[in-house]
């Protein structure tokens, strides 16, 4: 079957979809556009119930397993599209949900926790970099985070997919890796803090940042194994918190190799 008219009820719910978190989660349904991303979706084991292709673009081959599959005109394709040249694909998939009691970690874990996020990109850029460090988990304190927005998805190229990840209260949070025996490393300046590249990430970690307007909170602070800095040498003081996420977990993981 193939979708010409944007007035569609199909693709009238896409863009509600795209557009609004209560429609992702009141019906339990997100947007993957992308090939990447949807072949990272399937490997990633989310279920997918609904593929959109403009045939006059798509190219690849992925299996979908039961999800009914629609083509749509280039002219509606590009009304849904964020990005024209994505392939030509858009999903619909189920959401899954991202708790604590989910989480299975390993021995030695190294886990990044994020004190609530400001912006659906600096979230996908964590996860990427999760992705490319191979990081056990990441934790958002924000129970309300919605990790299925699709700028979540796109600034994570889709590494949402292949990260293990949760959301919880901080008090929840702190209890989880309290549990796990993971040493607590927050990035908090006080007069005990130290260089980053002075601080053991050869054990267990939970690397723990805030956001760029406020910070990390006492919360944290106060409830931490030790505190940590990356020095700074220029004018500013301080970096973006997903520059900083990356700084900070590949230390650990140098340590590690």
């Given at each position: 079957?193939q979708?010409?008219?944007?007035?569609?009820?199909?693709?009238?719910?896409?863009?509600?979809?795209?557009?609004?978190?209560?429609?992702?989660?009141?019906?339990?349904?997100?947007?993957?556009?992308?090939?990447?991303?949807?072949?990272?979706?399937?490997?990633?084991?989310?279920?997918a119930v609904?593929?959109?292709?403009?045939?006059?673009?798509?190219?690849?081959?992925?299996?979908?397993?039961?999800?009914?599959?629609?083509t749509?005109?280039?002219?509606?394709?590009?009304?849904?599209?964020?990005?024209?040249?994505?392939?030509?694909?858009?999903?619909?998939?189920?959401?899954?949900?991202?708790?604590?009691?989910?989480?299975?970690?390993?021995?030695?874990?190294?886990?990044?926790?994020?004190?609530?996020?400001?912006?659906p990109?600096?979230?996908?850029?964590?996860?990427?970099?999760?992705?490319?460090?191979?990081?056990?988990?990441?934790?958002?304190?924000?129970?309300?985070?919605?990790?299925?927005n699709?700028?979540?998805?796109?600034?994570?190229?889709?590494?949402?997919f292949?990260?293990?990840?949760?959301?919880?209260?901080?008090?929840?949070?702190?209890n989880?890796?309290?549990s796990?025996?993971?040493?607590i490393?927050?990035?908090?300046?006080?007069?005990?803090?130290?260089?980053?590249?002075?601080?053991?990430?050869?054990?267990?970690?939970?690397?723990?940042?805030?956001?760029?307007a406020?910070?990390?909170?006492?919360?944290?602070?106060?409830?931490?194994?030790?505190?940590?800095?990356?020095?700074?040498?220029?004018?500013v003081?301080?970096?973006?918190?997903?520059?900083?996420?990356?700084?900070c977990?590949?230390?650990?993981?140098?340590?590690r190799?």
């Amino acid at each position: 079957m193939q979708i010409e008219s944007l007035q569609n009820p199909r693709i009238k719910n896409l863009l509600k979809l795209q557009e609004k978190s209560r429609e992702r989660k009141n019906q339990g349904l997100f947007i993957v556009e992308g090939t990447q991303e949807n072949e990272l979706a399937i490997k990633g084991n989310y279920e997918a119930v609904e593929i959109y292709l403009c045939e006059d673009i798509y190219q690849h081959t992925i299996n979908f397993g039961k999800a009914k599959v629609f083509t749509i005109t280039r002219p509606v394709f590009e009304k849904l599209a964020y990005r024209k040249s994505t392939g030509g694909i858009i999903g619909v998939y189920k959401t899954k949900a991202a708790q604590l009691d989910d989480l299975h970690l390993p021995e030695n874990a190294l886990v990044v926790v994020l004190e609530a996020v400001e912006k659906p990109g600096n979230l996908g850029a964590v996860l990427r970099t999760g992705d490319g460090a191979k990081v056990d988990a990441v934790i958002v304190c924000d129970e309300t985070v919605d990790f299925f927005n699709p700028n979540v998805i796109r600034s994570s190229v889709g590494t949402l997919f292949t990260n293990n990840i949760a959301a919880g209260k901080k008090e929840d949070v702190l209890n989880f890796l309290q549990s796990k025996n993971i040493q607590i490393v927050s990035t908090f300046l006080r007069d005990e803090t130290k260089s980053l590249y002075e601080t053991n990430f050869t054990k267990s970690s939970a690397i723990i940042l805030g956001t760029e307007a406020t910070g990390l909170s006492d919360f944290w602070a106060d409830n931490s194994d030790s505190l940590i800095k990356i020095p700074m040498l220029g004018f500013v003081d301080s970096l973006n918190v997903s520059n900083a996420a990356a700084i900070c977990v590949y230390e650990a993981v140098r340590q590690r190799v």
